[in-house]
C-alpha cells in the first residue's frame, strides 16, 4: 500500500510542476524557429544555430595535377633556331603560363586572323544574329561552311568574306574590349604569341557559344585538315605521334628564295592519360624565316618530354 500511496503522491507533484510551468511559459515570450531556406534558424538571444545535416558532407574539390614545366624544352629547341621565334605554352587546367621564349615580339599574323574572324562569326550563328545556312557573299558556300573552310583549310575568299560582314573596324573593337585581347591590330594583321593564345584559351572556353552542332564542327576543322594543295599539319601537328592537336597554321612562303618568311603554329593539344582523359595546353609558335621542319621537330621534343614526366 505505501508503495500506491508514494506513487500517486509523486504524480499529483508532477501534475502540479506542469500545470505551475504551463502558467509560467504562458506569461514568457518566445521567439520559434522560422525556417527560411534550411540555413539558419534565429532565437531572441541573438544566437544562430547551423542548421546542419550529418549526412550532407561538403564535395571534395577536384586534385589539380602536378604542374609541368616546358622550359626546358623552350630552352634548349632555341637553341637550335636561327630566325625570330616566340614561344608560349599555357597549361590549360591550371591557367597558367608554362613555358616561354620572347613573348612580346609582335608579328605579321598570315592566315592566324583567320582564329579572330571564325570566334566571333561562330558567336553570331549561336546568337541568331547570322543565318549559318545563308550564303557567304560570293564564296559559293554557306556561313557555316565558311566558318569551317577558313579553319580547315585555311580558305581565304571565306574569311575574308566574313571579316567584311563583321566589320574590320567592328572586330577590332569587340577583340579589345569585349575579349580584352589588347596588344593585336587586327586590321593590320599584328599579333604575338601571348595575343594568339588567349584567342585559343577561348576557343577552349567557348563562353559566347555552346550549340553542340557548333562546336562539333568547330572542333574537327581544328582537328582534321587534310592535305589538299598544301600540308596545313607539316608543322606542329606532325611532331606528335598520340596527342590529339586542334591546330591553325599561318605561313607566307618565299618560291624565289625557298624560304619561309613566315611560319606560324597555334593548337590545343591534348597529351592522353593512362586513366582516360587528357592533360590539355595551348602551343603557339610564332616564326620569321624559320622552316617548318624545326617547328615540327619541336613538337616531337615537347611530346617525348610529357612522356618523360609521366614515368
Known amino acids: 500500500m505505501r508503495r500506491r500511496a ?5 504524480l499529483g507533484l508532477t501534475l502540479l510542476g506542469v500545470l505551475i510551468l504551463g ?10 524557429p522560422i525556417i527560411s531556406g534550411g540555413s539558419s534558424t534565429s532565437y531572441d538571444n541573438d544566437t544562430t544555430v547551423a542548421d546542419e545535416d550529418p549526412m550532407d558532407e561538403p564535395e571534395e574539390p577536384e586534385p589539380l595535377p602536378v ?3 616546358f622550359q626546358p624544352v623552350i630552352d634548349s629547341w632555341v637553341t637550335t633556331v636561327g630566325g625570330n621565334k616566340s614561344v608560349l605554352i599555357y597549361d590549360l587546367k591550371l591557367d597558367k603560363v608554362v613555358g616561354e621564349y620572347n613573348i612580346s615580339e609582335d608579328y605579321n599574323t598570315a592566315s592566324l586572323y583567320k582564329l579572330f574572324v571564325v570566334y566571333e562569326g561562330y558567336k553570331r550563328v ?3 544574329e547570322w543565318d549559318g545556312k545563308a550564303k557567304a557573299g560570293s564564296t559559293g558556300y554557306t556561313i557555316n561552311k565558311c ?3 577558313a579553319i580547315r583549310e585555311s580558305y581565304s575568299p571565306c574569311a575574308e568574306t566574313l571579316w567584311s560582314l563583321i566589320g574590320h573596324d567592328a572586330l577590332d573593337t569587340i577583340i579589345e574590349t569585349e575579349w580584352e585581347i589588347v596588344d593585336s591590330d587586327i586590321s593590320k594583321l599584328t599579333s604575338n604569341v ?3 593564345t588567349k584567342i585559343m584559351q577561348r576557343f577552349y572556353v567557348h563562353p559566347d557559344f555552346d550549340n553542340p552542332e557548333l562546336l562539333t564542327a568547330m572542333w574537327d576543322s581544328f582537328l582534321n585538315q587534310p592535305a589538299t594543295t598544301y600540308d596545313w599539319r607539316q608543322g606542329l601537328p606532325s611532331g606528335f605521334t598520340e596527342a590529339s592537336v586542334y591546330n591553325k597554321v599561318g605561313w607566307d ?3 624565289d628564295g625557298k624560304y619561309w618568311n613566315i611560319y606560324h603554329d597555334t593548337a590545343i593539344v591534348k597529351f592522353p592519360l593512362s586513366d582516360g582523359t587528357t592533360r590539355d595546353f595551348v602551343v603557339t609558335v610564332m616564326t620569321n624565316k624559320v622552316d617548318y621542319k624545326y617547328i615540327k621537330n619541336f613538337g616531337k621534343m615537347l611530346e617525348t618530354y610529357f612522356k618523360e614526366t609521366q614515368n
Not at 6 to 10: A, F, L, P
Not at 23 to 32: C, P, Y
Open 6 to 10: 508514494d506513487t500517486g503522491k509523486i
Open 253 to 255: 612562303y618565299n618560291p
Open 67 to 69: 604542374e609541368i614545366d
Open 23 to 32: 502558467g509560467v511559459i504562458t506569461g514568457l515570450t518566445l521567439s520559434w
Open 126 to 128: 549561336n546568337t541568331d
Open 194 to 196: 601571348s595575343d594568339i
Open 147 to 149: 566558318l569551317d573552310l
